[in-house]
T-cell receptor
């Protein structure tokens, strides 16, 4: 049962434009959300996170928005660069319930930024 | 330079053989995790450990075993009971529960296991 869903397997964006990656979750116990970036045959690297007490967190070109009532979060990348091309995973944790701080991951969205 | 080291990076196994994947971290993290990634799939939790000498099953623990005898090490054994072991295996660690940043997992580079 997939508790974190990324419904777009892929996204193509032109360099300099905005990339918007979406994520939905079903478990209302989740209280911390993260985005990871992953290249093939490598481990994921942490990008940005947001606590459920906030609705926005910004770090340079990356902004994450959280809509708790809709159980939806999104990652905005502005401006997009070719080096941003990778698979992006949305992840959530329940703050220590059941599986400690283990993260639940979505299936990922493959972002391609074209020149 | 702190990080997580997984070895081997590539491993081939014959059906019916057990194989052990190594994971070592020098980040002084209390918690460690094993995930599995299959093509087109997200990362699925196999086992996790929050402290030494203690570990818990994740969502897909069947056919796997782990040990946590040292804080730095969390090896994963893929046994012959695992029906579809070909996958990319990722080890991760995090600061202990309650600490700032406990939710952020740091990942190793992964080990790709192929069953022939």
């Amino acid at each position: 049962d997939q508790q974190v869903k990324q419904n777009s397997p892929s996204l193509s964006v032109q360099e300099g434009r905005i990339s918007i990656l979406n994520c939905d979750y079903t478990n209302s116990m989740f209280d911390y959300f993260l985005w990871y970036k992953k290249y093939p045959a490598e481990g994921p690297t942490f990008l940005i996170s947001i606590s459920s007490i906030k609705d926005k967190n910004e770090d340079g070109r990356f902004t994450v928005f959280l809509n708790k009532s809709a159980k939806h979060l999104s990652l905005h990348i502005v401006p997009s660069q070719p080096g941003d091309s990778a698979v992006y995973f949305c992840a959530a944790s329940g703050g220590g319930t059941n599986s400690g701080y283990a993260l639940n991951f979505g299936k990922g969205t493959s972002l391609l930024v074209t020149p | 330079d702190g990080g997580i080291t997984q070895s081997p990076k590539y491993l081939f196994r014959k059906e019916g053989q057990n194989v052990t994947l190594s994971c070592e971290q020098n980040l002084n993290h209390d918690a460690m995790y094993w995930y599995r990634q299959d093509p087109g799939q997200g990362l699925r939790l196999i086992y996790y450990s929050q402290i030494v000498n203690d570990f818990q099953k994740g969502d897909i623990a069947e056919g796997y075993s782990v040990s946590r005898e040292k804080k730095e090490s969390f090896p994963l054994t893929v046994t012959s009971a695992q029906k579809n072991p070909t996958a990319f295996y990722l080890c991760a660690s995090s600061i202990g529960p309650g600490a700032y940043g406990a939710n952020v997992l740091t990942f190793g580079a992964g080990s790709r296991l192929t069953v022939l």
